[in-house]
């Protein structure tokens, strides 16, 4: 994993920046073609969203049997997820063993972080620049950057003068922290808020959980997997992939096939109660309309609003953590003794709804009249998410164009894998792909595979350049927005719409529905790459 110390640029056919699942199947897949392909990443280890995330309790939400790679049957066969839901620390395991089992560390660049990525048009070749000043140049450059890999640093005002700690959940330190003894601050209630919370309140003194918008969550029901239960899975797994591959989610959700409208009261109650025990986020598949009629998501929005009440002793703290929203339109968290955690003496819930957070404090926070004290604040604040890590690197196609620029009123792509003006330049799960809307290895074995055959193709027709048209990018961008505009999924104040991102513009970035998207994907390559413009 050795960086390049000559003064000229190393000159390759791929350079991949980001060594998660998008990246290490991107330089797999690659190099098995022949191509003289290398990943440069930032960290100073493989995993991407689990080398960052290793803030206590962090985990999957999609069943390890279903989040982790089908692209090789050997390697389903011989990995055995021993939970439900993987810890952090078995999935990074897993990408570890990604490396070497398909020897990719020589061509892994780790501590290298791209600064600039400019285009060519004289060479038609994209010329890569790091942090550090070293040099590469290369015919394709694919951005497998990550969709939530920018943490998102709200600016407070006296944001530097805390005199403690400091920690953001996507950034946590390698050595682990321990809490015990001391007060702690948490902002944020997101997902990664409501994994840790349970776990910070068993060793802290005391913590403080600021909170800005209550969000649904449903139990994790982690539990060992049973040895039989996978087993059949493996005896099976090219078929349940398929399935789960059908999917609008592109994962098995246990999708009801029918609305809500088509059951008794009764029947709605059975179901919601049926999830309610299958546990996490099976809820999506609660009714086949739940994310498409209001009244349908109502009946599990009022259920699982229920079942947060119940949980919590305190009423005026269970209004608050009560959310009020859509059901979904934000992504729905799963825990392990979230609310319950409010029970106990040493947690307080400070709701800064409708009064925010004024200052950052040397000795903790004020919001409004109130001060809190504490020894360590948590920003559990979330991600720039879909377009941050892109918009962190200066990337400039024809006539000097930059992406970021481009993207000013929000991000524009051709199917989220290319965008107009940036040739020969790839996004693996980019904004206007369905990515953050599925179980997000598979979306990435897809992406992956479309660029990979992509390549292959422009090599076979002895082609150099290809390029999204105007005229396509345009129209999958209305379709995006056309998809979402008939789901509930615009309903709140989300990640998804970039609205957690002070001045970013609200556009629906990811797209809803993985079958037809990949049927679309079919289609333009069949066609011959239809709306891309080849020379
Ligand atoms: P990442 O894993 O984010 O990797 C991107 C890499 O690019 C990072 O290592 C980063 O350092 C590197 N990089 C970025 N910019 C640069 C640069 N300029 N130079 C060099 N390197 C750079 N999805 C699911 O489907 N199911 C789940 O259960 C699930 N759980 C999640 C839990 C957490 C805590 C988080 C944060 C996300 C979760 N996700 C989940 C989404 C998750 O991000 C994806 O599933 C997947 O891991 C993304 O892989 P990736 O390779 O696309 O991106
Ligand atoms: O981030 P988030 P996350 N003042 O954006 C609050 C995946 N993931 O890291 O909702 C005060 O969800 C913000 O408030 P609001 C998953 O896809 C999965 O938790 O914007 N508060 C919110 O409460 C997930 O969706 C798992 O009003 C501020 C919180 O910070 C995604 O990653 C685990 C604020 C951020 O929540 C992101 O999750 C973890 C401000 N200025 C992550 N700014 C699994 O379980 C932000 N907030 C698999």
Same mark, same amino acid.
């Given at each position: 994993?050795?960086?390049?110390?000559?003064?000229? @640029?190393?000159?390759?056919?791929?350079?991949?920046?980001?060594?998660?699942?998008?990246?290490?199947?991107?330089?797999?897949k690659?190099?098995?073609?022949?191509?003289?392909?290398?990943?440069?990443?930032?960290?100073?280890?493989?995993?991407?969203?689990?080398?960052?995330? =290793?803030?206590?309790?962090?985990?999957? !939400? &999609?069943?390890?049997?279903?989040?982790?790679?089908?692209?090789?049957?050997?390697?389903?066969?011989?990995?055995?997820?021993?939970?439900?839901?993987?810890?952090?620390?078995? &999935?990074?395991?897993?990408?570890?063993?990604?490396?070497?089992?398909?020897?990719?560390?020589?061509?892994?660049?780790?501590?290298?972080?791209?600064?600039?990525?400019?285009?060519?048009?004289?060479?038609?070749?994209?010329?890569?620049?790091?942090?550090?000043?070293?040099?590469?140049?290369?015919?394709?450059?694919?951005?497998?950057?990550?969709?939530?890999?920018?943490?998102?640093?709200?600016?407070?005002?006296?944001?530097?003068?805390?005199?403690?700690?400091?920690?953001?959940?996507?950034?946590?330190?390698?050595?682990?922290?321990?809490?015990?003894?001391?007060?702690?601050?948490? &902002?944020?209630?997101?997902?990664?808020?409501?994994?840790?919370?349970?776990?910070?309140?068993?060793?802290?003194?005391?913590?403080?959980?600021?909170?800005?918008? @209550?969000?649904?969550?449903?139990?994790?029901?982690?539990?060992?997997?049973?040895?039989?239960?996978?087993? !059949?899975?493996?005896?099976?797994?090219?078929?349940?992939?398929a399935?789960t591959r059908d999917q609008l989610i592109a994962?098995?959700?246990?999708?009801?096939?029918?609305?809500?409208?088509?059951?008794?009261?009764?029947?709605?109650?059975?179901?919601?109660? =049926? =999830?309610?025990?299958?546990?996490?986020?099976?809820?999506?598949?609660?009714?086949?309309?739940?994310?498409?009629?209001?009244?349908?998501?109502?009946?599990?929005?009022?259920?699982?609003?229920?079942?947060?009440?119940?949980?919590?002793?305190?009423?005026?703290?269970?209004?608050?953590?009560?959310?009020?929203?859509?059901?979904?339109?934000?992504?729905?968290?799963?825990?392990?003794?979230?609310?319950?955690?409010?029970?106990?003496?040493?947690?307080?819930?400070?709701?800064?709804? !409708?009064? @925010?957070?004024?200052?950052?404090? @040397?000795?903790?926070?004020?919001?409004?009249?109130?001060?809190?004290?504490?020894?360590?604040?948590?920003?559990?604040?979330?991600?720039?998410?879909?377009?941050?890590?892109?918009?962190? &690197?200066?990337?400039?196609?024809?006539?000097?164009?930059?992406?970021?620029?481009?993207?000013?009123?929000?991000?524009r792509t051709y199917l989220g894998l290319a965008t107009a003006?940036?040739?020969?330049?790839f996004i693996v799960s980019g904004p206007g792909s369905p990515s953050?809307l599925t179980?997000?290895?598979t979306s990435i074995e897809q992406h992956v595979e479309f660029i990979s055959d992509c390549i292959g193709y422009m090599?076979a027709k002895?082609l150099?350049?290809i390029e999204a048209s105007l005229d396509a990018e345009d129209d999958w961008v209305d379709h995006v927005n056309e998809v979402?505009?008939s789901?509930?999924?615009?309903?709140?104040?989300?990640?998804?719409?970039?609205?957690?991102?002070?001045?970013?513009?609200?556009?629906?970035?990811p797209y809803l529905g993985f079958p037809p998207y990949v049927e679309k994907c079919e289609s333009v390559a069949a066609e011959g790459y239809s709306g891309f413009q080849l020379?």
């Amino acid at each position: 994993m050795s960086a390049n110390t000559s003064n000229s @640029p190393r000159q390759l056919d791929a350079v991949i920046v980001g060594a998660g699942f998008a990246g290490l199947y991107m330089l797999q897949k690659l190099r098995s073609e022949g191509l003289n392909a290398r990943v440069l990443e930032a960290g100073e280890g493989v995993g991407g969203t689990w080398y960052w995330n =290793r803030y206590p309790g962090a985990r999957c !939400d &999609i069943p390890s049997f279903q989040y982790s790679y089908q692209f090789d049957e050997k390697l389903e066969q011989e990995w055995e997820w021993k939970e439900r839901y993987a810890p952090q620390p078995e &999935i990074l395991e897993y990408a570890n063993h990604i490396v070497d089992r398909f020897n990719l560390a020589p061509h892994i660049q780790l501590k290298t972080k791209v600064a600039e990525a400019v285009f060519s048009e004289e060479e038609n070749r994209w010329s890569i620049t790091t942090t550090g000043g070293e040099r590469f140049r290369a015919a394709y450059c694919v951005m497998a950057t990550g969709c939530l890999s920018a943490a998102n640093d709200p600016e407070f005002p006296g944001k530097d003068s805390f005199a403690g700690e400091t920690y953001h959940t996507g950034r946590w330190p390698h050595e682990g922290v321990d809490f015990s003894g001391k007060r702690v601050g948490i &902002i944020g209630t997101g997902s990664s808020a409501i994994q840790s919370i349970p776990h910070i309140a068993e060793q802290a003194e005391h913590l403080y959980v600021f909170q800005r918008t @209550p969000n649904y969550s449903v139990p994790a029901r982690n539990e060992s997997l049973d040895k039989d239960f996978i087993a !059949d899975i493996k005896s099976r797994y090219p078929e349940y992939r398929a399935f789960t591959r059908d999917q609008l989610i592109a994962w098995d959700v246990e999708m009801n096939e029918k609305t809500a409208a088509e059951l008794t009261p009764a029947e709605l109650r059975t179901e919601c109660e =049926r =999830r309610w025990e299958l546990g996490g986020l099976y809820f999506y598949g609660t009714f086949a309309d739940m994310l498409l009629d209001q009244d349908s998501n109502d009946v599990v929005a009022e259920f699982v609003r229920e079942k947060i009440r119940e949980k919590i002793d305190d009423p005026v703290v269970a209004d608050a953590l009560t959310p009020t929203s859509v059901f979904g339109c934000k992504r729905v968290c799963a825990d392990t003794g979230y609310f319950e955690t409010f029970n106990r003496s040493n947690v307080s819930l400070i709701d800064i709804k !409708d009064s @925010p957070i004024d200052e950052i404090l @040397p000795n903790g926070l004020r919001v409004g009249e109130a001060s809190y004290e504490f020894d360590a604040l948590i920003y559990a604040t979330g991600f720039d998410a879909m377009t941050g890590a892109l918009d962190r &690197i200066d990337i400039r196609g024809k006539k000097g164009l930059s992406l970021k620029e481009k993207w000013l009123a929000g991000p524009r792509t051709y199917l989220g894998l290319a965008t107009a003006n940036f040739p020969n330049l790839f996004i693996v799960s980019g904004p206007g792909s369905p990515s953050v809307l599925t179980n997000m290895i598979t979306s990435i074995e897809q992406h992956v595979e479309f660029i990979s055959d992509c390549i292959g193709y422009m090599k076979a027709k002895n082609l150099s350049r290809i390029e999204a048209s105007l005229d396509a990018e345009d129209d999958w961008v209305d379709h995006v927005n056309e998809v979402a505009g008939s789901s509930l999924l615009l309903g709140c104040n989300s990640w998804y719409l970039g609205a957690n991102v002070p001045g970013k513009p609200r556009v629906f970035m990811p797209y809803l529905g993985f079958p037809p998207y990949v049927e679309k994907c079919e289609s333009v390559a069949a066609e011959g790459y239809s709306g891309f413009q080849l020379s």
